[in-house]
Structure formats: structure tokens, C-alpha cells
């Protein structure tokens, strides 16, 4: 009786680690749901100047007409003015620091739906410069500027954690789960779910072409998972075989999973 819990105790553990990937995805799809640039809708997404960028929760915008937008922002005791198209990429937009004319030009990057827009000034002293970037969220810039970095920094660390957890788990041969194939498909049901209310949530004329576009990158943790959930219940694997299908069935599934909900989010690529 004695042998039999203790085999029953590593099957269960191992079947359980599969569940960090889709958990972990989940927890990013609730951070990113109040923040994600698919979000900002009726405003700017971001004014950058030479010294530093106004958050588009910093912004006070007003309907010029339909198709254009002036935004408002105070730096340093100065109005800053900008006035667009809401159209992210082409079109025209200008902008003004305390009556002065500065250059405008809308930033390349393929993501938000909203201008990011460029300015050529202004220019402040250090300590308005300063107080300027310090109301700029944190979280913005890097997701912004290094979002793909971030995205393979948890996917290597969840990766690392996976593989661990399962040559812990996996010390003593345990037989075939009597359910691993309801498991296995329980699993690839629960990352559909969360590519389905992703889209759902970011919902735009963009994200449906972000998910039928790279059919092979969605299709892989759709396939991954289960089969991994199926390896993780199954009998007769060496600890050296768990260890190695964690670690390269999470990088592969989170990689896509985490980055596909970050572009969805519009967070650009």
C-alpha cells in the first residue's frame, strides 16, 4: 500500500506541472487586459521628445472632429499640444510647446492601433527633464522598448522551473495514469480557451489577422502541450526524458503563448 501512494503521489505531481505554461499565461492576460495599447482607443498611445515620452494615460484628448484628435499635456508649468488622425501609421499630426511649433512625425512601429508620434523638442532644463521621464510608467517603457525580451526571459525562467520540478517529480517509475488522455486533452482545450479570449478581449480588425496569420506558431502549443500532458501521465520514462520534455515543451509553448498575447495586447513586436 506504502508503494502504491508513493507512485500515485509522483504521477500526480508530474501531471500537474504542465498547468504553469496556461496559468502563466493566464496571469499575463490579466495584467495586460487594463494596460494593453489595443485599449487606447480615442487618444494618443505615446508622445516621445528628444529627452523624454508622455504615457497615454498622461494625455487629456479632445474631439477636433471625427478623425482628429487634440491632446494635451502640462510639462514643466507649459502646455504641450498634439494634434493627430487616429490612423497609427501615414497620415499627418503637429504639434506646439508653449506656442512654439515643434516637428511631429509618427513612430514605425507595427502594434498599437493608436500615433505613437515623435517630436522634435522640447528641449528643458535637467530638472524638468528629469521630473518629465520619472511620470512615465516603468512597466511601458520596457514593454514597449524590450517586450520580446521580456516575453523569452519568462519563458526561459518557466522553462528552468518546468524542468526542475519535473526531475523532482519524476525520481521513482510510476505507471500509465489511468486518465492521462482526458488530461492530455483537458490541456489543449485550456490553451485554446486562452488564445479565444485573448482575441476576444483585445478584440480589433487586427487580431483576427494576428490569429489566422502564423498558423504554424499557434498550432504548435495546441500540439505541444497535450502531447507533453500525455508524457507527463505515461509510464516507463526516465527522469532524464521528463526533464528534458518540460524543459523544451514550456520554452517552446510559453515563447508562442506569451508573445502572441503580448501582440494581441498590441504591444509592439
Not at 57 to 85: I, K, N, P, Q, T
Request: contains cysteine.
Amino acid at each position: 500500500m506504502e508503494v502504491t501512494t508513493a507512485l500515485r503521489l509522483g504521477s500526480g505531481s508530474l501531471l500537474r506541472i504542465p498547468l504553469l505554461v496556461p496559468l502563466t499565461a493566464l496571469v499575463l492576460l490579466l495584467l495586460l487586459i487594463p494596460v494593453g495599447p489595443r485599449q487606447v482607443t480615442d487618444s494618443l498611445y505615446r508622445v516621445d521628445t528628444p529627452g523624454f515620452s508622455v504615457s497615454h494615460r498622461d494625455l487629456v484628448c479632445v474631439a477636433e472632429d471625427a478623425d482628429h484628435r487634440r491632446c494635451v499635456v502640462d510639462v514643466a508649468g507649459r502646455e504641450l499640444s498634439v494634434r493627430s488622425d487616429l490612423e497609427p501609421l501615414g497620415g499627418t499630426c503637429s504639434a506646439r510647446f508653449d506656442g512654439r511649433v515643434l516637428s511631429c512625425m509618427k513612430a514605425g512601429h507595427y502594434g498599437p492601433i493608436r500615433p505613437w508620434v515623435l517630436l522634435d523638442g522640447p528641449t528643458l532644463s535637467d530638472v524638468d527633464t528629469a521630473a518629465a521621464r520619472a511620470s512615465f510608467p516603468w512597466w511601458q517603457a520596457l514593454m514597449d522598448s524590450y517586450g520580446l525580451l521580456v516575453v523569452l526571459g519568462v519563458a526561459l525562467l518557466l522553462a528552468v522551473t518546468a524542468s526542475v520540478l519535473a526531475f523532482l517529480a519524476s525520481g521513482r517509475p510510476h505507471p500509465p495514469h489511468p486518465h492521462q488522455a482526458w488530461y492530455a486533452l483537458v490541456n489543449g482545450g485550456v490553451v485554446l480557451g486562452l488564445l479565444l479570449v485573448a482575441g476576444a478581449v483585445f478584440r480589433d480588425a487586427g487580431v483576427a489577422d494576428a490569429l489566422a496569420g502564423p498558423v504554424a506558431p499557434i498550432t504548435a502549443p495546441l500540439v505541444v502541450m497535450p502531447i507533453w500532458q500525455w508524457h507527463a501521465g505515461g509510464g516507463g520514462w526516465t527522469r532524464t526524458e521528463h526533464t528534458a520534455v518540460a524543459f523544451l515543451a514550456t520554452l517552446v509553448s510559453s515563447v508562442i503563448l506569451l508573445g502572441l498575447i503580448g501582440s494581441l495586447a498590441g504591444f509592439p513586436d
